[in-house]
């Protein structure tokens, strides 16, 4: 059974299209006919963080395109902790160009577009050279832009508004993109790894498993591929362990939570057992906080991250985060005042649905399930004290890159 | 007998407009500076100044109508409709056409608002800058009751109290920087 | 009759007019912006809810039928 990383070793570079040719055989053209109601079978999830049933996206929008749809395949990835979506796109493009050429058939589209972050270098080498590969069969239909760096940058409404105006910050929605797109056009807007999975699917796979990121804690940090009914454990073994003890894992990255190392361990990280516990998998961010790692630090530095990523156009978003951002930092620094942890607590349940999109209510879910996780060390700091030893390294950010 | 009844109705009419037209002003930049206090709710300034609007453009009906039938003043409709085109105090009488206009675009775009969009809408109201100093000029060139201490007393208020309105305006800081304050607690 | 009322968030800058006119259902977070009550608008306040959407000076509020989902 082929999996989305077999292949050639990550570090050989892109695979090419010959390779890819030869591992997978041509492509399934006439698959795409019968696609979405196997994807629809299959309920196969988004691997952009929202999880949504990728046959029920593209059923929305072969039901409006009228063969003058968009695809818009998201490599955008300003998740920090998120690398995944860079590594696939480096190393099998043509695994991703496959999803994205089926889903414009599927749907009904006539124009792709390859939304590839900008600092991400060697995915967009990699996504250019592939296109060039394949330009015969694709005759034009697909294009490569670069998503301007931000977090927001890849949420799908800022990635249709800079392709129409140059903008990329959210609009306000209605209409989705699904309905009034790129070109005022019904827009399918997927993500990388999703369209990959679905090329897999289009040859008779289950596509059974998915790209986590792995930071912290644990030996070998990267792109990983698990099962999807693999535990933290079995993942936290394949990544060689963790190398100290671990009081907390950031599931989901800036846009999931915090949880308790004892309450997930053994958990299957599949979207249902993890619902059912009220988690997450998001993008697949797993990063592991080591237990004398101050949570209520780490969290202030992300929430930073955040509230710096506004794109200022709501005023709660705007406001809101900035006053969280800066009680967040008093009570890192323990100097909070006197209300700041009542204060933070309030605004984290006023903030949600209130923005134009969902950035302040992923920041709030964050918050949340770090007042949860760290509720004494958030004690402790409100009274000036801390019980770690090692203040949080840096950003949760610093971390190997996986593909050069 | 009549006549003189128009002819007062005129100038009359053309006072109070004056002295509502400012006041309108007055309450539409008191509403963009977001004024108010517990007993005074920020729905009362724009409530006024929406309704008092209304109420200028009713007696500015009776200024214009009672001066063209007037068989004293001898102007035509062509003299209210376009302007500059009256043979009595041409110039001065043409900036009160001219203000007429501009006053019409920013009531017919503000009552039907939705149909304009929120950006027209704006760009158009922005006219009630020069509007209201052209028909001030307006009344101080065409008007007959100048010599009158009580109009240059009237003259002052409605000019004064637009001119302050005005300084506040752009003297204050921004009427939301409140909220970067309350930012950092 | 199910109306609900949407804030255009982008559009919204905290004017506040909305909440003075309809104080059961608009309040007024920490920096002035709308915090509207979830659900339909009880057909007794329809016609103040009305006058809050006339009343916004940016034409950020709006009674739209209840949408499904």
């Known amino acids: 059974m082929d999996r989305l990383l077999s292949g050639p070793p990550l570090t050989a570079g892109a695979e090419s299209y010959g390779a890819h040719q030869q591992r997978f055989g041509l492509l399934p053209a006439a698959a795409a006919r019968s696609l979405i109601g196997r994807l629809e079978a299959s309920n196969l999830a988004g691997r952009g963080g929202a999880g949504f049933p990728v046959g029920r996206k593209w059923r929305a929008v072969a039901e409006r395109a009228n063969r003058k749809g968009v695809v818009l395949a998201n490599g955008a990835e300003g998740e920090p902790l998120s690398l995944k979506d860079r590594t696939i796109m480096a190393a099998r493009p043509h695994l991703v160009i496959d999803g994205a050429v089926l889903a414009a058939d599927a749907v009904g589209a006539d124009d792709i577009i390859f939304y590839v972050g900008a600092e991400h270098q060697a995915a967009e080498a990699a996504m250019r050279y592939a296109l060039t590969e394949r330009s015969a069969d694709l005759r034009g239909r697909a294009r490569l832009i670069q998503a301007p760096r931000g977090y927001v940058a890849g949420e799908e409404s800022a990635a249709v508004h800079f392709v129409n105006a140059g903008d990329a910050r959210p609009t306000i929605t209605p209409p989705r993109p699904f309905e009034r797109g790129v070109g005022g056009r019904p827009t399918l807007v997927q993500n990388v790894e999703s369209l990959a999975a679905a090329a897999l699917v289009a040859r008779g796979d289950d596509a059974g498993t998915s790209l986590a990121t792995l930071s912290g804690a644990v030996r070998r940090t990267g792109v990983m591929e698990i099962g999807l009914d693999a535990t933290l454990a079995e993942v936290a073994a394949s990544g060689g362990g963790l190398v100290r003890p671990v009081q907390a894992v950031l599931l989901g990255g800036y846009f999931g939570g915090w949880v308790d190392i004892k309450d997930v ?54 406001f809101g985060l900035g006053a969280i951002d800066a009680a967040c930092r008093r009570l890192a620094a323990r100097s909070a005042q006197p209300d700041d942890l009542k204060r933070i607590a309030r605004w984290s349940g006023q903030l949600a649905g209130r923005g134009a999109c969902k950035h302040p209510d992923g920041a709030t879910g964050l918050l949340r399930s770090a007042l949860g996780v760290f509720a004494d060390d958030y004690a402790a700091h409100q009274r000036g004290f801390c019980v770690h030893r090692a203040p949080a390294v840096g950003r949760p950010v610093a971390m190997a890159q996986a593909v050069a | 007998m009549s006549d003189t009844i128009l002819w007062y109705a005129t100038r009359g009419a053309g006072v109070v407009t004056l002295i509502l037209l400012s006041g309108v002003v007055v309450l539409g930049i008191v509403s963009s500076m977001r004024w108010q206090t517990p007993a005074w709710p920020r729905f009362l300034t724009t409530g006024f100044h929406r309704n008092l609007a209304l109420t200028t453009l009713a007696f500015l009906a009776l200024h214009i109508v009672t001066a063209v039938v007037d068989p004293f003043t001898a102007l035509g409709w062509n003299a209210a409709l376009i302007p500059f085109s009256s043979s009595y105090r041409r110039f001065w009488l043409g900036l009160g056409v001219v203000a007429v206009y501009l006053l019409l675009a920013i009531a017919i775009t503000s009552l039907l608002r939705p149909l304009f969009g929120y950006q027209a809408w704006r760009a158009v109201h922005w006219l ?30 409605c000019i004064g109290g637009v001119v302050a309105a005005a300084a506040w305006r752009w003297g204050r800081a921004s009427p939301t920087a409140w909220r970067e304050v309350r930012v950092n607690g | 009759m199910r109306e609900q009322l949407q804030v255009d968030r982008i559009r919204c800058d905290g004017h506040g007019l909305c909440a003075e006119l309809l104080p059961e259902v608009i309040a007024l977070d920490d920096w002035g912006y709308p915090i509207v009550k979830a659900g339909t608008i009880a057909p007794a306040l329809l016609e103040h809810a009305r006058q809050a959407v006339a009343a916004c000076p940016v034409l950020a509020l709006t009674l739209a039928q209840r949408l499904e989902g």
Do not use: K, N
């Not at chain 1, 619902?275 to 949570?295: K, N």
């Not at chain 1, 630090?297 to 709660?316: D, F, H, K, M, V």
């Not at chain 2, 000029?137 to 010599?147: K, L, M, S």
């Open chain 1, 265 to 318: 361990w053994a958990l299957p990280l599949a979207p249902g057992s993890l619902r059912a516990r009220g988690h997450a998998f998001g993008c697949g961010v797993l990063y592991f906080l080591a237990e004398e790692t101050c949570g209520v630090e780490a969290t202030a530095r992300i929430i930073g991250y955040l509230a710096s990523q506004s794109a200022r156009q709501c005023g709660p978003c705007l």
């Open chain 2, 128 to 157: 009630a800058y020069a509007m209201w100093p052209v028909a001030v000029i307006h009344g101080i060139g065409t008007g007959t009751d100048t010599r009158f201490l009580w109009m240059w007393a009237i003259e002052a208020v």
